[in-house]
Nanobody, 123 residues
Framework: EVQLVESGGGLVQPGGSLRLSCAAA????????MSWVRQVPGKEIERVAS????????YYPSSMKGRFTISRDNAKNTLYLELYSLTTEDTAMYYC????????????????RGRGTQVTVSS
């Protein structure tokens, strides 16, 4: 059974930074691309970043470029997301999500994701 457990969220002031982690278990983590997605209540899931299985290629939607860094440690079965220069619009539940194959072009919407970690940006 795929298990994904996010951590590292919290309350941060505008302009601040956070580092999220996702511990993976129950599947061959190093063989699959992974994504971070986020959701605000009442809105659709939004992809934040993706990384391929080897960790040497990252994808960011244009709206996310420059403020987020995705990385992974395959030896530790852990996915990371560093968030910088946060604004109130970044307030959301952040989830890590397994992708269907090893590349960032593969599907993620029908794949397992964790329970999420809440990020709240407020002064």
């Amino acid at each position: 059974e795929v298990q994904l457990v996010e951590s590292g969220g919290g309350l941060v002031q505008p302009g601040g930074s956070l580092r999220l982690s996702c511990a993976a278990a129950g599947f061959a983590f190093s063989r699959y691309a992974m994504s971070w997605v986020r959701q605000v209540p009442g809105k659709e899931i939004e992809r934040v970043a993706s990384i391929n299985a080897d960790g040497d290629f990252q994808y960011y939607p244009s709206s996310m470029k420059g403020r987020f860094t995705i990385s992974r440690d395959n030896a530790k079965n852990t996915l990371y997301l560093e968030l910088y220069s946060l604004t109130t619009e970044d307030t959301a539940m952040y989830y890590c999500q397994k992708m269907e194959f090893g590349t960032v072009a593969s599907e993620f919407r029908n794949q397992p994701r964790g329970r999420g970690t809440q990020v709240t940006v407020s002064s």
